[in-house]
């Protein structure tokens, strides 16, 4: 068996969700950067960035889960469109930690946190790559 030096293949990461968000932004290396500030993200893997400093995989942890972006590639008929009709959707144990951290990176509050008719607390927000976030803190039993 060949070791991975010798056929030039890095072994992939796991993927920790089993329907995970493959989205494209408008700067995918600052996106990731900018998601481990906001949403304490951790790298698990990026396809390095090519001529146009565009690249085409990323791979992050966000709260036990896998995010996968990527840019846009017009050029192989896939472009970038703004995003809408989606958010990604974080369920936290401790929002304000949360929350406030992701406030301090640069988010945009589209709905500060409130206690909702379900009984969770719950606010949305939007990065600066133009997606959309939600925040969910579970009502405590009892």
Not at 17 to 46: H, M, S
Not at 92 to 103: E, G, M, Q
């Amino acid at each position: 068996m060949e070791s991975e030096m010798q056929t030039g293949q890095m072994a992939m990461p796991p993927v920790k969700n089993g329907l995970l968000p493959y989205i494209t932004v408008d700067g995918a290396l600052k996106a990731a950067e900018f998601y481990k500030k906001a949403f304490g993200a951790e790298q698990a893997f990026v396809v390095p960035p090519d001529g146009n400093g565009r690249t085409m995989h990323v791979h992050l942890y966000i709260n036990g889960s896998s995010l996968m972006l990527s840019d846009a590639y017009p050029e192989h008929g896939h472009p970038f469109r703004p995003h809408q009709g989606f958010s990604l959707q974080l369920v936290v144990d401790d929002i304000d930690l949360w929350w406030d951290r992701a406030v301090k990176a640069g988010v945009e509050v589209v709905m500060p946190v409130e206690r909702m008719f379900w009984g969770d607390r719950y606010g949305q927000l939007r990065d600066p790559f133009g997606v959309s976030w939600a925040m969910n803190e579970p009502a405590k039993a009892g």
